[in-house]
């Protein structure tokens, strides 16, 4: 469609005749019909029976120019809509990272206090990485718990995602994080993926704890499984005292002092022990 339609005043019919021209035209990048509807009337923070918005629409499909255009006409950049979704859950639902990084500069709320999930939360959903990774590194809450998965941990041991399971991880996520009795490593072996038990153990997962059926990691899996052999084999050999010692200085730092380890002074292997990097 030419962006020339609306030059001389004609509006193309299929936003016309919509009942949310303005939303239409957000959720199709269209710049110049968001700016010509808010010249001529249109409420910038008109929603849908959804509650849902046009910045809602052009953060999900990464519509930074008109993302821009609403923000500057005082769209409400944390709206929520019927599911408690702001536009940055949107963004980084769908991997919009430029849409995320602007919203983020213009007040967007990372850890928003009463919303069904969070925007980390969306990202590892559809397993953005780039996305969770600059979520992380912005401040994101590793812990925060939806009303769905869990923490975003959950969502990522849930999706069978190892490269977003090591992200958390190796952030600081709390790998015994548990959502009624059920904690990452039962999604593991629900999933029955022996390398992401193998993560999770690795970085500190309770083998013994039990879910909300009274179940612990081992009981869920076959006993001739892989996945079997490796709990049974973690049982049989527990991990060494060094490894402990660094579970402990890192549940003693915290994610958000994780990312300064550097800074302490410290040898660099000794540094790089403490942050799996080897």
Known sequence: MDSDDVIDGSIPPEYATCSYPLLRAAADGRADLVSHFLENGSLVNTSNFDAVTPLHDACFIGATTCVKILIDAGAKVNARNIDGSTPLCEASSNGQLDCVKYLIEHGAELNPLFCYT?????????????????????????????????????????????????????????????????????????????????????????????????????????????????????????????????????????????????????????????????
Not at 133 to 138: A, I, N, T
Not at 163 to 177: I, P, Y
Not at 262 to 268: A, R, Y
Request: glycine share 6%; charged share 15%.
């Open 118 to 278: 969070t925007p980390l939360h969306e990202a590892v959903l559809r397993g953005n990485t780039e996305c969770a990774q600059f979520l992380v590194s912005m401040g994101s809450n590793l812990d925060a718990t939806d009303l769905h998965f869990g923490t975003p941990l959950h969502v990522a041991t849930y999706k069978d995602n190892i490269k977003c399971s090591e992200q958390l991880l190796r952030a600081g996520a709390n790998v015994n994080a548990a959502k009624n009795h059920w904690t990452p490593l039962h999604n593991a072996a629900q999933n029955r993926n022996p390398q992401m038990l193998e993560l999770l153990i690795t970085y500190g997962a309770d083998i013994y704890k039990r879910n909300n059926q009274g179940g612990c990691a081992k009981d869920m899996v076959p006993k001739t499984s892989q996945c079997h052999g490796l709990i049974q084999y973690v049982e049989d050999n527990p991990c060494s005292l060094k490894h402990h010692c660094r579970l402990m200085i890192r549940g003693y730092l915290g994610p958000h002092r994780l990312v300064d380890v550097h800074t302490l002074g410290l040898p660099v292997t000794l540094a790089d022990f403490v942050l799996f990097k080897h």
